[in-house]
Each structure stands twice: as structure tokens, then as C-alpha cells.
């Protein structure tokens, strides 16, 4: 999908094409934010709009929901595939009609930037208002169960490219008690 386009609609299944984002830094641990107003907490995420490629629309996001801009991250690489989740039923709305829940191509950005360059009131409408860096697989465990499936693929899928990029991170992970 690299370089194409994905139309921000629904596709025939009722999935949303969405982009996730994972941001580490130097130590391996990854960049984890409180949606605004709530009290859950997740990597970024957004959809991807008409005639925006899914690459586009990762870079995109990040700035909106976190300040990030290009030259403060570097792109490592992103999962192989499209990762699906169901949304249940009690999230949904009316008008939302036969949303069935998201596809996701997952980013890996490895921050090159400083801390102070997260700003989460880039936009006027906020999405986090707290951020933190955790260990790399502890949002596996926090995240909201109908979403926990796809985050423990993505981060499967892109563990070995953390694991390049940060000398610290396999003294982490050999020490995680599974």
C-alpha cells in the first residue's frame, strides 16, 4: 500500500482505513497519550482521508495529535498489512450506520527530535492532554480489550526494528516478566 492512495471511507466490509502510530525513543520505550477528556490512554491514531496515502496520513497525524512534525522523527517502517478490530456495539452511534470498526497499517517513528517537541495543543482541538513514554509492550495490557488483539500483532510485527534501533531495548524486554 506504500504510495497509494485509500479512500477515507468505509470499505466493503464496514471497516474505516485508519492509520496507528508507535513513536520511540533511544531507550525503546514508546510514546503512550490520554485521549482528552478521558481516561484512556493509546498510541495515536486517525483515518486516512480521500486521496491520501497511508504514509501521508501517518505524518499527518502525528503533528495533529502530538505536535510532531517531520523533522522531529524518522520514519523505520510499518506493519505488511491492513490489522482489523470490531468495535462493539456500545460505541457505536446512529449515525455512524454499518461501521463495523478500523483497519489499521501501524507506523513505527523513532523520535530524533527532544521530549519538548511532543506538543499535544498543536491543533486548537486537542486530542490527548497527557503523555508519557512506557515500555515497549505494557500498552498490550492497557489498552481497551476490543482493540488489545491488534496491538499485540502490530507490536509483534515491529518489535525487531525497535530492538535495532535501541541498544537498551533487549536489556528491557529480556527483564519483562511475560
Not at 491488534?150 to 537498551?168: I, K, N, T
Request: one cysteine or more; hydrophobic letters at 40%.
Amino acid at each position: 500500500m506504500h504510495g497509494s492512495s485509500v479512500s477515507g471511507k468505509l470499505d466493503s466490509e464496514g471497516y474505516r482505513p485508519n492509520v496507528a502510530i508507535v513513536v520511540c525513543n533511544i531507550k525503546g520505550k514508546v510514546l503512550w497519550a490520554r485521549r482528552s477528556s478521558r481516561d484512556g490512554w493509546q498510541f495515536p491514531q486517525g483515518g486516512v482521508e480521500k486521496d491520501e496515502t497511508a504514509e501521508d496520513a501517518a505524518f499527518r497525524e502525528l503533528y495533529e495529535e502530538v505536535g510532531l512534525r517531520r523533522e522531529h522523527v524518522r520514519l523505520v517502517g510499518r506493519t505488511q498489512s491492513w490489522l482489523k478490530y470490531d468495535v462493539p456495539r456500545f460505541h457505536l452511534s446512529a449515525r455512524r450506520g454499518h461501521f463495523r470498526g478500523q483497519k489499521q497499517l501501524w507506523f513505527l517513528f523513532q523520535l530524533t527530535g527532544a521530549d519538548s517537541d511532543v506538543r499535544l495543543d498543536a491543533v486548537s482541538r486537542p486530542e490527548f492532554d497527557r503523555w508519557r513514554w512506557v515500555d515497549y509492550w505494557d500498552p498490550v495490557d492497557r489498552i481497551v480489550e476490543f482493540k488489545r488483539h491488534v496491538y499485540q500483532r502490530a507490536l509483534a510485527e515491529l518489535e525487531p526494528l525497535v530492538a535495532e534501533l535501541s541498544p537498551d531495548y533487549m536489556l528491557m524486554r529480556e527483564t519483562r516478566v511475560v
